[in-house]
């Protein structure tokens, strides 16, 4: 594989706490580069570091890579996640949602009365501009805070500087204002099992790894007060099983993935990947709600309330 072609910095110092970093695993795989990375972890916190980090990490974002993430699930996964928001006690005003992806979540929360912004990078922000307000910098929306809730759904663990993220949202929310946050769970019962094989660890977009304390810390020392932690997001955390199983079996990385979310791939394993779901798929419905239940899931999800 071609490890020697990452040209970027190892991280020496916890982005979170400033622990010491040790060895977790050795060369976990990215399916789409084919260049393999190791993940780091604190020995205070936990948190896990992709390394070395990208001197480019746009390089690593395909064109194909936004855009039917969820597939049939995405109205769904967007009407849950407007929901928790409802329930956080937010029920109207401007919402900012950080790693917008394809705006499915925006147009949920417009929906819902709500006056939606976006953050999102890339090549389709110009076109996502045409439908809703969607910049690429934090800075292009100052102009628009307070905002009553700023969420980032599965977009904190593809930043390089996660502390400076969250002061930045704080900066642009109003007194009360809620959090909410995505990450995927990497001390949960998938990662274990998993390991550097795990689907949703997919190096290097994401740089950081996140497990509960390490999250709870960073939330607190950003100025924050967690309200209330969950520890699935069901299609989330039951496509992590099934996939992983997958590509312990499939020499192909991500066939299902890529055929559900009509991404180019091969067809060489299409049918031996629909085979292994009807198998995979009770199970992992079952691993999935033990997860949730054991407080181990492949997702962890924050609410928290800027503290006064």
């Known amino acids: 594989m071609m490890r020697s072609a990452v040209d970027g910095a190892v991280p ?3 982005s979170v706490c400033d622990g010491t970093l040790t060895m977790r695993f050795r060369d976990a795989l990215d399916p789409e580069s084919k260049q393999k990375f190791d993940i780091l972890a604190c020995t205070v916190c936990g948190l896990g570091h992709t390394s070395p980090v990208p001197a480019d990490i746009s390089a690593y974002y395909s064109s194909s890579y936004h855009g039917s993430r969820h597939s049939v699930t995405a109205q769904y996964c967007a009407m849950r996640r407007a ?32 006056d939606p912004v976006g953050i999102e990078l890339g090549t389709n922000v110009a ?16 102009h628009l805070s307070p905002f009553a ?3 980032l759904w599965h977009s904190l663990e593809h930043f ?60 607190g020392d950003t100025g924050f007060v967690i309200e209330r932690l969950y520890h699935v997001e069901f299609e989330y955390d039951l496509f992590g099983w099934i996939q992983s199983a997958i590509d312990c079996v499939v020499p192909e990385s991500r066939v299902l993935f890529h055929k559900l979310t009509g991404k180019p791939s091969g067809n060489q394993w299409v049918a031996t990947s629909f085979g292994l779901l009807a198998v995979m798929a009770p199970i992992g419905v079952a691993a999935t709600v033990g997860g949730a239940w054991a407080g181990s899931g492949g997702t962890i999800i924050a609410i928290a309330r800027s503290r006064v």
């Not at 900012?96 to 949920?108: K, N, R, S, T, V």
């Not at 007194?175 to 997919?202: C, E, K, S, T």
């Open 12 to 14: 020496v110092r916890c």
């Open 83 to 114: 929901r928790l928001v409802f329930r956080s006690g937010c029920r109207v005003g401007r919402v900012l949602d950080i790693g917008c992806g394809d705006c499915a979540f925006l147009g949920e929360l417009r929906r819902r009365g709500f």
């Open 127 to 142: 076109a996502l501009h045409a439908k809703f307000c969607v910049r690429e910098r934090l800075d292009e929306i100052a």
């Open 149 to 151: 809730a700023v969420t």
């Open 160 to 219: 390089g500087d996660p502390r400076q993220v969250l002061l930045q949202a704080r900066a642009l929310m109003q007194a009360d204002g809620v959090l909410a946050i995505a990450v995927p769970n990497a001390d949960g019962w998938q990662a274990r099992v998993y390991g550097p094989r795990w689907f949703h660890l997919d190096v290097p977009r994401h740089l950081h790894h996140f497990c509960v304390p390490a999250l709870v810390r960073l939330i």
